[in-house]
């Protein structure tokens, strides 16, 4: 499996691909490497993955260079990245450990958090080393072996990065294999005890399908096509700044960017403006040229599958006020769309490119039933004054931010609604999901 440079197309390196046999002896390992790891004190568990850790920190740089270079993303936004899940997983192991304390309900009842055995860890490349890391940290901690299959689109960080867990943990408890979808939906049809997943919709359903026959338990973190409503009152230039931001994120890669934004009629020239005026100073170009802060598209069909939006809504009447098209066949220049309408692609599906795409509300209830008209549910932002509570209190997503973007801080659960998926990382609650609730009476 060959991974390129998505800014040149550069050949970075080549992994093998993993096949059945491979999969069944790297499944056999992390059975019988399981039994002994959910033997240790949990308090051990997380010290060894502590330790593991720790020789990440000598690698930091390196290996946000390599995330630059594999998905494209500067420097900055890959040194965050790669900080952020070495430095918090500590904190992180921490967390799981208190939140898988057995708990005593009384009359001689006792709740434990059981190890389920084999977690099955598939992930995406959009944040190849986060949305991974976030789930194998409390499913080790709760005493069950991983294995990891990252996206094909980002094999070399995934590999450069977790190599320590297999090196620094005991063998067979952190395992990683490659390959593409094949090779994850051989890992799904395995006897792995947990499947959590991050990744689009579609693949989330065929994984529920193949899953189903066994009851295998799920965790799907999926993806997103998250409003935003601009109310009359809201203040303009945090509404706009917000817009531009959360948009152009990862390159709009991200899965709860903002994808359509609803604005109040009597404010929506002078929040058009202001977006465009913000928009305008987004530079495109590669992870290590100077003040670049949109990368270049995942791959020719990310690339083609924005392009393709873009057209239809400018076929079906949208008005593109910058931007619009796409450069070298890599990058698509920051792009704000206004007069979008339900009938356009970018309203329904993710369009996951640096993509402003706002349309114009001249009622609230109308505004909301837009925004929740849409069978994602991941994330949601309303920016106003008075009433923005009872806007917010409306909408149908898992994750809901008032004058800010969705997600929370400190120990908020990650959590999608409808089908953005079930099952969540993050919080006590979702540590626990990595574990059999086993009900103790005496
Ligand atoms: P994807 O669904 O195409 O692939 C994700 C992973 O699934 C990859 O490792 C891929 O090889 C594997 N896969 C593909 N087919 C499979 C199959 N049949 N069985 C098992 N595994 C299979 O997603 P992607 O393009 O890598 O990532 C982008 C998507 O992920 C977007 O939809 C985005 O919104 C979503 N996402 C969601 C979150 C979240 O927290 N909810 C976070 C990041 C990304």
């Not at 996206?151 to 620094?168: N, V």
């Not at 066994?214 to 973190?221: A, F, G, P």
């Not at 020719?300 to 939006?309: L, P, R, T």
């Amino acid at each position: 499996m060959k991974s390129y440079d998505p800014s040149n197309g550069e050949l970075l390196g080549e992994l093998p691909v993993c096949d059945q046999t491979q999969i069944t002896e790297t499944l056999q390992h992390a059975k019988l490497a399981a039994k002994s790891w959910r033997q240790l004190n949990i308090v051990d568990r997380v010290d060894a993955i502590k330790v593991a850790y720790q020789q990440m920190l000598d690698d930091e740089d390196k290996l946000s260079e390599l995330l630059s270079r594999e998905m494209g993303k500067d420097i900055r936004r890959a040194a965050g990245e790669v900080g952020g899940a070495i430095h918090s997983s500590a904190y992180l192991a921490d967390e799981a450990m208190t939140a898988l304390q057995t708990q005593r309900l009384g009359y001689g009842t006792e709740l434990h958090y059981k190890a389920l055995g084999v977690v099955a860890v598939i992930s995406p490349w959009n944040y190849p080393v986060m949305m991974a890391n976030n789930l194998i940290v409390p499913a080790l901690v709760a005493g069950n072996s991983v294995i990891l299959k990252p996206s094909e689109q980002t094999p070399l960080i995934a590999d450069a990065f977790f190599e320590h867990l297999s090196k620094h943990l005991p063998a067979g408890v952190f395992n990683i294999i490659h390959g593409d979808g094949e090779v994850g939906e051989l890992l799904v049809k395995s006897d792995v005890n947990l499947i959590a997943f991050t990744g689009s919709q579609a693949v989330g359903k065929k994984i529920m399908a193949a899953a189903a026959s066994q009851v295998k338990r799920l965790l799907m973190e999926l993806g997103g096509n998250d409003p935003m409503i601009v109310m009359s009152n809201a203040n303009i230039e945090q509404a706009a700044r917000f817009a531009v931001g959360s948009s152009f994120e990862n390159a709009g890669q991200m899965c709860t960017s903002t994808e359509r934004i609803y604005v109040n009629q009597t404010i929506a020239d002078q929040f058009e403006q202001r977006v465009v005026a913000i928009a305008s100073q987004y530079k495109t170009g590669a992870w290590n040229q100077p003040g670049v802060n949109i990368g270049p598209i995942i791959n020719a069909h990310q690339y083609a599958k924005i392009i393709a939006h873009i057209s239809d809504a400018k076929e079906k009447g949208a008005q593109v006020l910058l931007g619009g098209h796409g450069q070298d066949q890599r990058y698509i220049q920051p792009t704000v769309i206004s007069q979008v309408n339900r009938n356009m692609k970018m309203e329904h599906e993710e369009t996951f490119g640096p993509v402003v795409s706002i349309t114009r509300y001249s009622n609230i209830d109308q505004a909301i039933e837009w925004a929740n008209d849409s069978n994602y549910g991941l994330g949601a932002a309303v920016f106003g004054t008075e009433g923005v509570e009872a806007v917010a209190s409306q909408l149908e997503a898992g994750m809901i931010g008032i004058n800010q973007g969705p997600g929370g801080g400190g120990d908020a659960p990650w959590v999608g609604a409808k089908q953005s998926g079930f099952g969540f990382h993050g919080s006590a609650e979702g540590h626990r999901q990595f574990a059999q609730v086993s009900v103790l009476s005496k």
